[in-house]
Nanobody
Framework: QVQLVESGGGLVQAGLSLRLSCAAS????????MGWFRQAPGKEREFVASISGSGSTRYTDSVKGRFTISRDNAKNTVDLQMNSLKPEDTAVYYC??????????????????WGQGTPVTVSS
């Protein structure tokens, strides 16, 4: 069974850090783009960061300089290091994989497999 499982979410004070991890199983994902999205209460899901199979990255403007996406193809994982967290980063974070795009896409339409999400709450 092909699936993605996120972990690492939790409650953290503003200014601190969290590291999210997404473990992929069921097939090798090393050649595919993977991304992180988030959905805050009452809002639509939005793009956070993505990484191509070759390691190219893309970030939404609000997290540039604070978040870093990385992948370990040997472990079939993709991580999101989140530093200097802000209350507006509070959301459920989802990882996803794109089986059809070689670059690092930002549109959720390019992703076809999603994890169940991990909640992140940043207190002020």
């Amino acid at each position: 069974q092909v699936q993605l499982v996120e972990s690492g979410g939790g409650l953290v004070q503003a200014g601190l850090s969290l590291r999210l991890s997404c473990a992929a199983s069921g097939r090798t994902f090393s050649r595919y783009a993977m991304g992180w999205f988030r959905q805050a209460p009452g809002k639509e899901r939005e793009f956070v960061a993505s990484i191509s199979g070759s390691g190219s990255t893309r970030y939404t403007d609000s997290v540039k300089g604070r978040f870093t996406i990385s992948r370990d193809n040997a472990k079939n994982t993709v991580d999101l290091q989140m530093n200097s967290l802000k209350p507006e980063d509070t959301a459920v974070y989802y990882c996803a994989v794109s089986f059809s795009v070689l670059r690092a896409p930002s549109s959720s339409n390019d992703y076809s497999l999603w994890g169940q999400g991990t909640p992140v709450t940043v207190s002020s």
